[in-house]
């Protein structure tokens, strides 16, 4: 049972909490988060982020800014920047994602398959309310895992058209191993890594690209 929970149980019964929470940047946190950065560095050029269990971005590598920047203006959605966010928003990452569709439904069966219990707790209740409210968004995935039926896919796909081409990517997560509170142990690493051959080599070419074009 996640830390939280545990917490949350304790308190219920009369007891005091016994795991903290500590800010994501707290001194006590300065081992994980040069870790944490180390790992983003050598997942260079590829995209890499760490967020919380709120899709909430925290830390990213150079090359998510220069990934994600080169189709939006980042500067128009303030941080701490929420992931889910900027896919689901018709203003954001939505309309350079070709398989829409079928990525939405597997990011939504994703927030429930997360869930302690496949149950949601009151802030991810109010992230899938608020993802689900954008403009074009299908009312039909209101309905998704709730009923537990709905099929799960073996990765969340991802591919986006850029100058007519289309890249496509998978994410893989890593955790804190051993956390010892709440924080660390909520934190994730998404990393995405190209799908395909042509992928890789059209990324590390457009990478080098935007390094050249940087002031």
Do not use: C
């Not at 180390?38 to 925290?58: G, K, S």
């Amino acid at each position: 049972m996640p830390f939280r929970d545990r917490n949350e149980l304790l308190v219920a019964a009369g007891f005091a909490p016994i795991y903290k929470e500590d800010a994501w940047n707290a001194e006590e946190m300065g081992s994980v988060t040069r870790a944490l950065d180390r790992i983003l560095r050598h997942h260079e050029p590829f995209p890499a982020i760490v967020m919380d269990r709120h899709w909430n971005v925290f830390m990213r590598n150079a090359s998510a800014l220069r990934f994600f920047g080169a189709f939006i203006d980042l500067a128009a959605h303030p941080e701490p920047r929420n992931l889910l966010h900027l896919m689901f928003d018709p203003a954001a990452m939505r309309p350079f994602i070709v398989n829409w569709e079928e990525t939405s439904r597997a990011l939504i069966q994703r927030i429930h398959r997360e869930a302690v219990g496949h149950t949601l707790d009151e802030r991810t209740r109010e992230l899938l309310t608020s993802l689900l409210a954008h403009d074009g968004v299908d009312p039909a995935l209101r309905a998704i895992g709730s009923s537990g039926t709905e099929p799960t896919l073996p990765m969340v796909p991802l591919s986006f058209q850029k100058d007519g081409q289309v890249l496509r990517y998978f994410s893989m997560i890593t955790t804190v191993g051993t956390p010892q509170t709440i924080t660390t142990q909520e934190l994730r690493i998404e990393s995405m890594f190209p799908a395909d051959e042509a992928t890789e080599v059209a990324h590390r070419r457009w990478m080098d690209h935007l390094d050249k074009e940087a002031p």
